[in-house]
């Protein structure tokens, strides 16, 4: 239960069998267990993005970017 890495894990196969807004509590979980990771923010921002919620996926796209400016995992994102 506080593992940021499982619960970035689980937002991916969630969103892939469709469950998306579940895919988008278990990537904000992870986030809150470890908001210092690009990689964790971006699988945030992808479960936003494919669940059709593109302004907040854009606006948290552009708050990762202010706190890790040339990420590499975000330039991608993007």
Known sequence: ???ALLHELRAYYLSR????NDGITA???AIGLN????????????ALAYAGRTG???KALEEAEAIWPG???LQQAR
């Open 71 to 73: 990420s590499t995992v």
């Open 56 to 58: 907040a996926a854009y």
């Open 27 to 29: 990537a904000q979980r």
């Open 1 to 3: 239960p506080d593992s």
């Open 35 to 46: 908001p210092l990771s690009p990689t964790i923010r971006d699988a945030y921002i992808s």
């Open 17 to 20: 069998i469709g469950r998306l």
